[in-house]
Each structure stands twice: as C-alpha cells, then as structure tokens.
C-alpha cells in the first residue's frame, strides 16, 4: 500500500532554533515529493517540490532533501520564527497510481 | 492572477440532509481536483477531472458523493446525505495539466460540520 507518514504529529519550539521535519514513504518509484504549508482555515501552499532524480531543493531557510533508496524526506527550517507556525505537510507523486498522496502533517508552532 | 475559488467557506447541516460545494479554478487549468480533509489528516483525493472527464473517482463514495464539471470549468460536489463522519474541509485544488510536474494550486476550503 502507498501510504505517507510524518513524524512528530505536532513539535514546539523557541523562536530562532534550527528545526526538522520528517517524512518517509514507502516505495521509492515516485516521480516526485512536494512540501505544503497549510495555516489555520486556509487552503495548502507549495513550498518545495523535489523530483525523483533530485537529492535537495532549497527556498530562503527552507531546504528539502530526498533520499529515494531509505524513502525519506527531511524539511529544515533554519532560524525559526513565529510566522513559521504552521502545519506542514508532505506529498508523494508515486509512480503507480498517478495521484498525491498526503501524509497526516506536522503542526508546529513557533514560540516568540 | 485569480487563485482557486471555493463556497460556502462555512457550513453547518444536520445528519442526512444534503450539501453542495462549488469550486472555480484558476483560469486556463484544465486539471481540477477534489480532495476530503479530516481533522487531524492529510488531504485524501476524491475525484480528478481532465475537463470535463472524470480521471479518477475511485475513492469518492458514490452512494452518498457526486460531482460534476459540466463545462470545464466550475464544478460542483455534493453529499447527499451527509454522515457525521463527513465533517471535514472540502479543499478544490487545480493544475495547468495532470502531469506530476505541474504545481497544484489549492482553495482556501469549505468547512462542512455535520451534526
């Protein structure tokens, strides 16, 4: 079964700390891993997007890697602040089944 | 650029009763999507339009889920009739194509509370 899992449900930490975010998947026939942040009462917002054949992709302080042969992915935020608060989550673009499939998200929440 | 449209933001029915979602996407995108969110989880897609074909549906519940995009453009989702394990955000997303490589654009939700 193609499932996405992300690990810690939820993660709290003081303004300014270096922060990551995991994700693993579990077949590495994808064609590519997107990163989403969805705030409170909104919609999902692209933040990354790694294909296949990439290990890394980076964005301001966001930088994501993928590692296709361990099916995980990692999102570091670097100097963390409150406006980050946010749940982030994690989607695969298997090669089978020709849709995203989204993992439960991480909620993380920023402290001034 | 117009994002992806979505109403009612907000709605609050009674066990059984009916409800319907309406979703206009970013213009020119031919792709459109609906994806069902519980509290707590990830987005799980329900049905994919290319148009006005339907791509994908296999996880929509049919006997009580049906949508439409009559011309290519709006759509339409409703339930009918609604369980309490329907309560969750209706989130419309679209894409230029359904080509994997394409950014997937998504609206700010419906937010359906059955009761």
């Known amino acids: 079964k193609q499932e996405v899992t992300q690990i810690p449900a939820a993660l709290s930490v003081p303004e300014g700390e270096n922060l990551v975010l995991n994700c693993s998947f579990t077949?590495?026939?994808?064609?590519?891993l997107q990163w989403f942040r969805q705030d409170p009462g909104k919609g999902l917002t692209s933040l990354l997007l790694i294909q296949s054949s990439q290990r890394e992709q980076t964005s301001g302080r966001l930088n994501a890697s993928l590692d296709k042969s361990s099916g995980r992915s990692t999102l570091y935020i670097a100097a963390s602040q409150p406006g980050d608060s946010a749940t982030y989550l994690c989607?695969?673009?298997?090669?089978?089944?020709?849709?995203?499939?989204f993992g439960q998200g991480t909620e993380l929440s920023v402290k001034p | 650029e117009a994002g992806v449209a979505q109403s009612p933001r907000y709605k609050i029915i009674e066990k059984r009763q009916s409800v319907a979602f309406w979703c206009n996407p970013i213009?020119?995108?031919?792709?459109l999507y609906w994806y069902q969110q519980i509290l707590g989880q990830g987005p799980k897609l329900l049905i994919q339009?290319?148009?006005?074909?339907?791509?994908?549906d296999s996880q929509l519940p049919k006997d009580r889920f049906s949508a439409e995009r009559l011309k290519g453009v709006d759509s339409t989702l409703k339930i009918q009739p609604a369980k309490l394990e329907d309560s969750a955000v209706y989130l419309c997303a679209s894409s230029f194509s359904p080509d994997p490589g394409n950014t997937i654009y998504f609206g700010e939700g419906s937010w359906l509370t059955v009761v």
């Open positions: 077949d590495s026939a994808i064609y590519n």
């Open positions: 213009s020119g995108h031919a792709t």
């Open positions: 339009f290319q148009n006005n074909g339907v791509v994908d």
């Open positions: 989607a695969v673009f298997y090669n089978q089944g020709g849709k995203l499939i």
